[in-house]
């Protein structure tokens, strides 16, 4: 079941904004425009740690203290930042420590932003300690609502605090040389190590030729989860600082775009206590890509709420072109958002500052400074509609029978893989799977390898290159007891050390597939191989194993090629379930049939039948019901209705069998109640 994040009445509505970028005089004109845009969240402070701490022991919170009292005026709830993002140039100089070192071994000095290094003893001393003055601070403001931590935490430090700390983390790891020695498989290429102490951090200057090439794919990836949990360490100690004060307000960090490679978000999903991430697509992004997007990140919180934290209400402006949200679009990916299971809907920003580098990014309140501009109309027009809707979806859970397995680790040994192709992207194959199931309106959760299966109806695990302990457990049980597995080429070949499975290919996963997969050819671009599914002819290209059945059967062969008449798809009756593999990379046609078939012999059906373009997505409270379309097309849609059920935002009623009209960017709320 999900969860409400917030007990208020309706979805927030708000988002970023930074009054001490202005004069005094501005920002009550500020609280009437956005209360004439219906917004009601605020956050705040999210850079002003040079303004709060001007040198080692002074405080000075008389500015936001202001902020927040206006704030606490005009009934805002307030999502309050600890301004950790960005240190102060005074700390950088005095303590170069907090200063990282890029992965060329540059180090830098002064400047941007989300750059402090997450083994300085000063950002960790200093970070926290802002934490919690503001925590004890502002403690008894009730119109709180959550923290937000720091800011889009991610990068990389190779400085020397993080080889030592590196090093400390190692021996936690593995506790003896002789342990490390045998996991990094040091004895290739001559590098046992006698002394903790000969351990350098893997960078351009040590094992790496680029940032994804690496001689050592197995201290890279260590390296890789000890950055991610690095980073997430100064997230904890900030938590618990504000806890201190605060135990009952819920903390948030606001996690970046969609999957960010850098940082294992599984992992960070379990110490926040609601999720929040940053919504900002390129021109190119498919709704499929935004929902995927949701999925993920509504996914590492295993059912903790979530809340879109930002979005754009127009234009960014670190898009090399940055192409305006055309009317309607914005309501359209705020909806989105709450279909996926967002129970908040912010900005960035609500106002535009006048300098430096997010001046032309969009914002509520434009430079014309008014509200006689597109985007505020339309603000204020969905804040309008949100009010309206009420606490109606708040906490409704998903529906989804269907889970997808992502998981950072396995990522980052995939794509640190030498051979066999460097077009494999682990992202790109998760997306064939996602989109076939998105574009059929079937609901998915992602989960990850450590994720409790029960419950699903087909669990899909596209290239399962890394399994860690007890994954082959989870999908063993799932099959044997009536589950629908499915996964691809690839797979099963290394253990959570990236060190190979021996005896055979899919390695762990071999009895549950019923194969053995002997090599593995990987095509130039140009080339393609072909197969016959159910008598439609379609591509394989990038990789094609090359398989003996080991009591799959086989359910198409390779047309092409010394290995012409192998299986190229197989499924293996498994317990009461079925495990399917699909050992090459095809097209999208074949994969929503392959889907579509699976998931119809699970009675596994689509939220709605819609016109493509539409999405549908459910989510309900005990028996009531909410549908969610989405019309992302251009042009107008008709659906017919299969049940008697009211539009929320219209406000119109539909009797089963009636045509509802979608407006081309349209959105619907159709609710019923299940007798
Ligand atoms: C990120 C940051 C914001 C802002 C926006 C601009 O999401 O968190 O501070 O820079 O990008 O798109
Ligand atoms: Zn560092």
């Not at 697509?281 to 498919?286: K, V």
Request: aromatic share 14%; charged share 25%; glycine share 6%.
């Amino acid at each position: 079941m999900w969860r409400k994040v917030w007990e208020t009445e309706k979805i927030a509505y708000g988002g970023d904004y930074n009054p001490e970028q202005w004069p005094e005089e501005t920002w009550e004109e500020d609280m009437r425009l956005l209360k004439l845009a219906h917004i009601d969240t605020l956050t705040l402070n999210v850079f002003s740690w040079a303004a709060l701490q001007p040198s080692e022991d002074e405080y000075r919170f008389e500015k936001l203290d202001k902020i927040m009292e206006m704030a606490k005026r005009n009934h805002m709830n307030v999502c309050l930042a600890t301004s950790t993002a960005a240190h102060p140039a005074w700390m950088a100089k005095k303590y170069p420590d907090i200063l990282r070192t890029d992965f060329k071994g540059i180090k830098r000095k002064f400047g941007a932003r989300h750059n402090s290094c997450p083994n300085s003893p000063t950002y960790r001393k200093y970070s926290v300690r802002l934490a919690e003055k503001l925590a004890e601070r502002y403690q008894n403001y009730d119109n709180i609502v959550g923290w937000h931590i720091a800011n889009e935490y991610g990068g990389e430090c190779y400085c020397e605090n993080c080889e030592k700390a590196f090093r400390v983390w190692l021996r936690k790891r593995y506790e003896t040389l002789e342990e490390l020695n045998r996991v990094w498989n040091t004895s290739f290429w001559g590098h046992t190590f006698y002394d903790w102490e000969e351990i350098v951090l893997p960078d351009h200057r040590t094992e790496h030729f680029t940032e994804d090439l690496t001689t050592a794919q197995t201290i890279s990836l260590d390296y890789r989860r000890f950055n991610s949990e690095s980073i997430l360490d100064c997230f904890r100690m900030e938590y618990e600082a504000v806890k201190k004060y605060t135990p009952d307000v819920p903390v948030t960090t606001n996690l970046m775009e969609g999957a960010y490679k850098a940082l294992d978000y599984r992992k960070w999903g379990k110490f926040m206590d609601f999720i929040s991430w940053d919504n900002y697509p390129s021109n190119e992004d498919s709704f499929s890509r935004i929902a995927f997007s949701h999925d993920l990140m509504r996914g590492v919180g295993d059912g903790k709420p979530f809340v879109l934290m930002e979005q754009t209400p127009s234009a960014q402006n670190w898009q090399p072109v940055n192409t305006l949200k055309r009317p309607g679009v914005m309501r359209l990916w705020s909806y989105q958002a709450v279909a996926h299971g967002a129970d908040a809907v912010l900005f960035f920003q609500l106002k535009r500052s006048i300098g430096s580098c997010e001046k032309y990014h969009g914002a509520v309140i434009d430079h014309a400074g008014h509200e006689n501009t597109r985007v505020f109309r339309e603000v204020a027009e969905l804040g309008a509609e949100l009010d309206k809707l009420g606490g109606e979806i708040l906490g409704a859970s998903g529906a989804a029978e269907v889970a997808l397995m992502f998981d950072w680790e396995n990522w980052w040994a995939i794509e640190y893989s030498a051979g066999p192709s460097v077009y494999l992207k682990y992202l790109d194959e998760i997306m064939k799977y996602y989109t076939a199931l998105h574009e059929q309106n079937i609901a998915v959760d992602i989960v990850g390898q450590e994720s409790n299966l029960f419950g699903y109806k087909v669990v899909i695990a596209p290239i399962l290159y890394m399994t860690k302990p007890g994954v082959d457990d989870r999908i063993r049980k799932f099959v044997q007891e009536g589950g629908n597995f499915v996964t691809t080429f690839f797979s099963g070949y290394v253990d959570e050390n990236d060190l190979v499975v021996i005896g055979g290919y899919p390695g762990r996963l071999r009895d549950i597939l019923g194969i053995w997969v002997e090599e593995i050819d990987a095509l130039p671009e140009s080339k393609k191989n072909s197969f016959v599914y159910k008598g439609n002819t379609y591509s394989a290209g990038m990789l094609c194993d090359i398989m003996h059945l080991e009591g799959a059967k086989s359910l198409a062969e390779y047309q092409e090629d010394f290995y012409a008449g192998t299986p190229v798809v197989t499924c293996n009756s498994f317990g009461e379930g079925y495990a399917y593999y699909v050992g090459t990379r095809s097209e999208d046609a074949f994969y929503k049939k392959l889907i579509q078939e699976i998931c119809e012999k699970q009675q596994v059906y689509p939220a709605a039948f819609a016109p493509s373009g539409v999405e549908a997505v459910e989510r309900f409270r005990n028996n009531e019901h909410y549908l969610f379309l989405l019309n992302h097309n251009e042009a107008g849609e008709e659906i017919l209705m299969f049940r008697d059920c009211v539009d929320l935002l219209s406000g119109r009623s539909y009797q089963e069998k009636e045509t509802l009209n979608l407006a081309a960017k349209g959105v619907a709320i159709l609710k019923w109640i299940e007798e």
